[in-house]
Nanobody
Framework: QVPLVESGGGLVQAGGSLRLSCSAS????????MGWFRQVPGKEREFVAA????????FYADSVKGRFTISIDNDLMTMYLQMNDLEPEDTALYYC?????????????????WGQGTQVTVSS
């Protein structure tokens, strides 16, 4: 199956913005919920945000509420994570994911699809 592919990471100053993108197959976007996770070396992967199929619902980690916005463009088969007011604590490798709606907010599952990751670095 076509893998998830992230892009949009980079180096920004605190208070800046980035928009991450994740592309996948039409079947993936039409069938599964999608989300974003991030991981810092030496720490476990953490949930960031998720969106239900058809944008039926969105979920955010408390640490990013009010700053990050998740969305999907079904025509372009692309999921986005708009990140505003970035903080040094947001520095991490960000992964997009696809899964069943009931499982998307979990750290992993037996049917989880993962992207390769895109690095976000926020300087002080």
């Amino acid at each position: 199956q076509v893998p998830l592919v992230e892009s949009g990471g980079g180096l920004v100053q605190a208070g800046g913005s980035l928009r991450l993108s994740c592309s996948a197959s039409e079947r993936t976007f039409r069938t599964y919920a999608m989300g974003w996770f991030r991981q810092v070396p030496g720490k476990e992967r953490e949930f960031v945000a998720a969106i239900g199929s058809g944008s039926s619902a969105t979920f955010y980690a408390d640490s990013v509420k009010g700053r990050f916005t998740i969305s999907i463009d079904n025509d372009l088969m692309t999921m986005y994570l708009q990140m505003n007011d970035l903080e040094p604590e947001d520095t991490a490798l960000y992964y997009c994911a696809a899964d069943m709606f009931a499982k998307i907010r979990e750290s992993d599952s037996n049917r989880r699809l993962w992207g390769q990751g895109t690095q976000v670095t926020v300087s002080s």
